[in-house]
């Protein structure tokens, strides 16, 4: 699977969007792009995915560039409850297809 | 409601003993998954079943084994052979395939060695 770079932590403003980048260089054609998020001592929350379009769900959008490089997940309006760990996961179709790689991910702080 | 639920939240673990963390789903997946998660780290992944009867080593499966007897239940036991099983473990299931699949993750495990 393509190694995933996130910054350590973000910090954010409540109300404002969160914008959380992801740097996905050696990405392959076949593999999707995946978010989640981590709230302290709890389960990992799925939020979004994608392949090569842009996504938006009730919690975020995901935007990929055309060279799939990288990728953005946005909280369009932050609340205190978005403080967490975010995760950027990109997991090949074929090859070990049921196997996710969580790295360290991002700690986004939600101030008021 | 539909999820997956994980018991108990809590464990203690005395040396030399072997302790089991329980995971069921009734999502109907076919997939389910066992993962460690140290303090301040990303999740491992320990064991993984993708089908009733049949499971695989992840990349830490040391110290560790699983069943998986039925659709609903996959059984971590930590043996006394793990010498740090001091973490929060995972349990999660997925459907589906092709690189579109989504995993859900129950609330988890904290695990103590007293």
């Known amino acids: 699977d393509a190694k995933t770079t996130q910054p350590t932590s973000m910090d954010c403003a409540e109300g404002r969007a969160a914008n959380l980048p992801c740097n996905h260089s050696t990405i392959s054609g076949n593999e999707y792009v995946y978010w989640y998020r981590q709230i302290h001592s709890q389960g990992p929350q799925y939020i979004i995915h994608g392949l090569k379009n842009n996504e938006t769900n009730e919690m975020a959008s995901l935007i990929i560039t055309e060279d799939r490089k990288s990728s953005t997940l946005i909280l369009p309006h932050a609340t205190l409850r978005d403080t967490a760990v975010y995760y950027c996961i990109v997991r090949a179709s074929e090859i070990n297809f049921n196997k996710f790689y969580f790295g360290s991910g991002t700690k986004l702080n939600v101030k008021p | 409601d539909g999820g997956i639920t994980q018991s108990p939240k809590y464990l203690f673990r005395k040396e030399g003993q072997n302790v089991t963390l329980s995971c069921e789903q009734n999502?109907?997946?076919?997939?389910m998954y066992w993962y460690r998660q140290d303090p301040g780290q990303g999740l491992r992944l320990i064991y993984y079943s993708q089908i009733v009867n049949d499971f695989q080593k992840g990349d830490i499966a040391e110290g560790y084994s699983v069943s998986r007897e039925k659709k609903e239940s996959f059984p971590l036991t930590v043996t006394s052979a793990q010498k740090n099983p001091t973490a929060f473990y995972l349990c999660a299931s997925s459907d589906g395939g092709g690189g579109r699949e989504t995993q859900y993750f129950g609330p988890g495990t904290r695990l103590l060695v007293l």
């Open positions: 999502l109907n997946h076919d997939a």
